[in-house]
Structure formats: structure tokens, C-alpha cells
């Protein structure tokens, strides 16, 4: 009987206790978990464009790399090396937006000014954004979660070090 309640107990914990965002995974692949060598094990080298080709996607990972910095890059500027920092995936099947089971109010959404079919939809807190035509899924990017960004950046150096990363792109 007392296992049977604290089973109760548990499974009742788990529904009240709020929820904590972790980057979503793509083919067990992590922003900012995963690395160059993890990418390598689980699918190989990438084709000759840098790409992974898959029947119904095609891929691009983008990595921490070496070198300098610039502040507007945050977090990014404090990844090691070789850290997945993004994962770029163009659907080759249709995919609706509308069947997607998503919390709208948590989405940010961008129309594109030169065409107003085309949106993007992003979700910082967990790092994740769906580019869409009309209601056709093009594209999902797949970022760190913003937890996963303030983490490394209390783990980063004290203010004013300089890091000896470099990435083009901004997280935050």
C-alpha cells in the first residue's frame, strides 16, 4: 500500500512541478550538448555541400569554431569548440503548421516584408524556430534553449576576458 501512494505521489509531482525547457533534439543531436564528434558517429561525414541528405530532409550543423569573438554573438562566444551550436533542417515532405501541437503564445512570429506567405516562428526559451510558407513547413532550426545559453554564460569567464571563440551567428 505505501508504494502503491508513493507511486500516486510521484506521478502527481510530476504533473504539478513546472516544467524546465531543453533544446530540442534532432536524430539524438543537441544544440550545445552534442559535438562534432557525436554529429560524426551518429550519421557520418556530411556529403560534399557540407549536408546531411536524408529521403524526406536534408541537414546543416553548424559548430563552435575558433578564433575571436564578437560580444554580439553571446553565448556563443563562450561554446567550446566543435559544440553543435545550431542544426538547420529543410523538409522535403509536406508538413502543415496548423497539425502541429504548439503554444502559439509562445511563439514570436516575423513576416517577411518582401513576401508575406513566408513566416518564421520562434521560440527562445526552447530554441527552436519553424519557417513557413502559407501553412507548409519549409524549415526548422533547431538552437539552444535560453536556459542551456544563460548556463554557459554564468560558466564564461569574468566580464572583460575576451573569449577565443567565434561564431557569426547570435543566441540569445
Not at 562566444?77 to 502543415?96: D, G
Request: aromatic share 8%; with cysteine; glycine share 6%.
Amino acid at each position: 500500500m505505501r508504494r502503491y501512494l508513493l507511486g500516486i505521489i510521484a506521478i502527481l509531482l510530476a504533473f504539478c512541478l513546472p516544467t524546465i525547457a531543453q533544446a530540442k533534439a534532432w536524430r539524438g543531436i543537441v544544440p550545445f550538448k552534442s559535438t562534432r564528434a557525436d554529429v560524426e558517429r551518429l550519421l557520418g561525414l556530411p556529403g560534399k555541400h557540407g549536408r546531411y541528405q536524408f529521403d524526406r530532409e536534408r541537414a546543416s550543423i553548424e559548430y563552435a569554431s575558433a578564433g575571436p569573438c564578437h560580444p554580439v554573438n553571446g553565448c556563443l562566444c563562450f561554446v567550446s569548440e566543435n559544440t553543435v551550436t545550431s542544426i538547420y533542417v529543410e523538409l522535403e515532405v509536406e508538413m502543415r503548421f496548423s497539425t502541429l501541437k504548439i503554444d502559439m503564445k509562445k511563439y514570436k512570429k516575423y513576416i517577411s516584408p518582401q513576401n508575406p506567405a513566408l513566416a518564421s516562428y520562434s521560440n527562445d526559451e526552447e530554441g527552436i524556430i519553424y519557417t513557413v510558407e502559407d501553412d507548409d513547413v519549409t524549415a526548422i532550426e533547431y538552437l539552444p534553449t535560453a536556459k542551456d545559453c544563460q548556463d554557459v554564460m554564468r560558466r564564461a569567464k569574468p566580464a572583460g576576458v575576451q573569449s577565443s571563440r567565434r561564431k557569426t551567428r547570435c543566441v540569445s
